[in-house]
């Protein structure tokens, strides 16, 4: 099993949609949660970190739930710019700061 | 503000052949990174440092070495280059990763041929 699996997609939806992925990680002991984004040959970019209680960005809402080892990602009234792909990434246990990064799930948003 | 620099951006080398990528960053991050991203495969972390003349391995360090002779500089090299190494390097650098998260240069695209 993967420490982090994604959906890889491609999810295709409207502009003005309402999108949302997950990501379920194995390590029950992981701690830090982030979602990047990462435009087409570019390098990833911070999107937003997850917070236990759920966090919310404008548009985007990040969820985690630990008794079923899932984070979320909610994307409201997507917009044509909103098209990347989306990474989510977890902190191994007791390695300080190295991360484990899932495959990615690709949006694009059709005008 | 610059954030993280890599260069080269784009590399061809043959088989055998060593080079050098360089890394610097100007926000005085203690830790410094190095990933590999291919496709299908999340990023890969090769070596990493915690600090000023401290280097670590990563989950993929055959075939890699680096330096970390100043703060803000990090260097990976490949000693000889494989085909298996043709990929995408990205560094990263960061304050404190689990809370602030990583920072990443443009990447460096290598093929070798």
């Known amino acids: 099993r993967k420490e982090v699996e994604q959906d890889p997609g491609p999810f295709n939806v409207p502009e003005g949609a309402t999108v949302a992925f997950n990501c379920t990680y194995s390590?029950?002991?992981?701690?830090?949660f982030f979602w990047y984004r990462q435009d087409c040959r570019k390098e990833p970019k911070l999107l937003m970190s997850?917070?236990?209680s759920g966090n919310e960005d404008g548009r985007f809402t990040a969820q985690l739930n630990r008794a079923s080892q899932y984070i979320s990602l909610l994307i409201r009234d997507s917009k044509l710019s909103d098209s990347a792909t989306y990474l989510c990434?977890?902190?191994?246990?007791?390695?300080?700061?190295?991360?484990?990064f899932g495959t990615g799930t690709s949006l694009t948003v059709i005008p | 503000n610059a954030g993280v620099t890599q260069t080269p951006k784009f590399r061809v080398l043959k088989t055998g052949q060593s080079m050098t990528l360089l890394c610097a960053q100007d926000?005085?991050?203690?830790?410094m990174y190095w990933y590999r991203q291919d496709p299908g495969m999340g990023l890969r972390l090769i070596h990493y440092?915690?600090?000023?003349?401290?280097?670590a391995k990563g989950e993929v360090p055959d075939g890699y070495n680096v330096s970390r002779l100043k703060k803000q500089n990090f260097l990976l090299g490949l000693e000889s280059a494989a085909p298996s190494q043709t990929s995408v390097y990205f560094c990263?650098?960061?304050?404190?990763?689990?809370?602030?998260?990583?920072?990443f240069g443009s990447g460096t695209r290598l093929t070798v041929v």
């Open positions: 990263a650098s960061s304050a404190g990763a689990r809370v602030y998260g990583y920072t």
């Open positions: 390590n029950s002991a992981s701690q830090s």
């Open positions: 997850v917070y236990s």
């Open positions: 990434v977890v902190n191994i246990p007791d390695t300080g700061n190295q991360f484990y």
């Open positions: 926000m005085n991050h203690e830790y």
């Open positions: 440092s915690v600090g000023e003349g401290t280097t």
